[in-house]
């Protein structure tokens, strides 16, 4: 049965920004309750740590839901999508030059985002996008219907 969890924009973003880092030394869970996202360290635990771990590890997968993170392969899937979308022929072939290399590629593909500014806003709302919609997925695998108020 496919349960509703209600959030704010602002929630929603929240959950897709924690879906797109990378944090070695934390978990985030996505509280069904009242849609938060719940920090957890994973090493050098306070007092309060060590009680919200238990608390989820009792919740977990009712109340508690451990949020999945980026893929390499996603993130790849993003740079080379957004760059067919590249009106400009000239910084498209720079970012399909960029592609075929085998080091730095992700800074070097930035760097030349960062000079044409328009581009690289709308490169990182392609992103935060197809990170949503991963989100989304997420949550229907999981049976939940997410409903933004």
Known sequence: MQRELHVTKFQLDEIVSTYNIQVEVMRHY??????????????NKNKDDKE?????????????FL??????SEGSSDIYDFTET???PELKDKLSNVLKGSRNVFRKYNDL???DF?????YYTFVQES????????LESIDIKLIVD
């Open 131 to 138: 990170n949503r919609n991963r989100v989304l997925k997420w």
């Open 113 to 115: 985002l960062l000079a």
């Open 30 to 43: 996505l509280n069904m309750n009242n849609g938060e996202v719940v920090r957890v360290p994973i090493y």
């Open 118 to 122: 328009d581009e690289s806003q709308r």
């Open 86 to 88: 590249v009106s400009n």
């Open 52 to 64: 919200l771990a238990k608390i989820i590890k009792d919740g977990l997968n009712e109340h508690y």
């Open 67 to 72: 949020i999945p993170h980026i893929t390499s």
